[in-house]
């Protein structure tokens, strides 16, 4: 299985809205409601922020919202802030009853 | 509260076996549903999904290191193993224990452990 594809960067302003995409194929994103998204700052351990699809845990800020699109998964985060720099990290389920990541996108706010 | 911590040696020599141990809290891995599952990071990449068991002994290999993966578990001591054979200086990296439920495969994560591989 090949590791799901994400930018290598993306960024924007304070306030503003960003979007990560994540594509994999029908064998894992586009075959299953199960893409994850994980946040990930320096030195510290991926935090859950989005799971099947759209989901937030419990104490995720609702600025944080998934999406998919065929075999393309999307984190969008809006109202951008100095905190949400940041590592993040897209995940699926695979036909193989896996699971495969993407290869992480850094975010920078200006 | 859910928490996992994950043990083992942080220095390994190539060609060597590692082991690693999740001890959690906060949950049982008899529940139904439940999974412990392993994830690693190497320094400044990304993250690589290893292993992962459930609470029905099921258990599920990453395709590329299948052949050098064994994951365990002792439910009486809320405890996962991961061993991993043959270690190279490729494999350096941070290891985490995660708690499995659902459609994630990981919501709550341990510290990590970096492991080191070299002579």
């Known amino acids: 299985q090949s590791a799901l594809t994400q930018p290598a960067s993306v960024s924007g302003s304070p306030g503003q809205s960003i979007t990560i995409s994540c594509t994999g194929t029908?064998?894992?994103?586009?075959?299953?409601?199960?893409v994850s998204w994980y946040q990930q700052h320096p030195g510290k351990a991926p935090k859950l922020v989005i799971y099947?699809?759209?989901k937030r845990p419990s104490g995720v800020s609702n600025r944080f919202s998934g999406s998919k699109s065929g075999n393309t998964a999307s984190l969008t985060i809006s109202g951008l802030q100095a905190e949400d720099e940041a590592d993040f990290y897209c995940?699926?389920?695979?036909?193989?009853?896996?699971?495969?990541f993407g290869g992480g996108t850094k975010l920078t706010v200006l | 509260q859910i928490t996992l911590k994950e043990s083992g040696p942080t220095l390994v020599k190539p060609t060597q076996t590692l082991t690693l141990t999740c001890t959690f809290s906060?949950?049982?891995?008899?529940?139904?549903?439940?999974?412990v599952g392993w994830i690693r990071q190497p320094p400044g990449k990304a993250l690589e999904w290893l292993a992962l068991?459930?609470?029905?002994?099921?258990?599920r290999y990453s395709p590329s290191l299948k052949s050098r993966l064994t994951i365990t578990k002792d439910t009486s001591k809320n405890q996962v193993v991961l061993t991993m054979t043959n270690m190279d200086p490729v494999d350096t990296a941070t290891y985490y224990c995660?708690?499995?439920?659902?459609?994630?495969?990981?919501?709550?994560w341990g510290q990590g452990t970096l492991v080191t591989v070299s002579s």
């Open positions: 995940s699926s389920y695979t036909s193989s009853g896996n699971w495969v």
């Open positions: 906060g949950f049982s891995l008899s529940s139904s549903g439940v999974g």
């Open positions: 099947d699809v759209s």
């Open positions: 068991i459930y609470w029905n002994e099921d258990k």
């Open positions: 995660t708690h499995k439920v659902g459609g994630t495969p990981g919501d709550c």
């Open positions: 029908s064998s894992d994103v586009g075959g299953y409601n199960y």
